[in-house]
């Protein structure tokens, strides 16, 4: 899983991407980034699938999760 904070206005991602989150933001709270305020706008969620082999089987799995990306749209609190 991988969590990516995104400027509503630009489009531009505020910082790198983090690797995970104890929660989910949704839309409506406000998160605070390097002491600076930010409305969650809106949350996106992306998954990709591939085959993958299973380690133990050595089958391969005709879908299976490989990444969940989550884009959380902020604007900046008046």
Do not use: C
């Amino acid at each position: 899983m991988a969590v990516q904070f995104v400027l509503e206005s630009t489009g531009v991602s505020l910082f790198t991407q983090i690797d995970s989150l104890s929660r989910i933001p949704e839309a409506d709270d406000h998160v605070y980034l390097y002491a600076v305020g930010y409305k969650v706008e809106k949350v996106e969620t992306y998954l990709e699938d591939d085959a993958v082999t299973n380690p133990l089987s050595g089958q391969v799995a005709p879908w299976a999760l490989s990444k969940q990306l989550y884009k959380i749209h902020l604007s900046v609190l008046p």
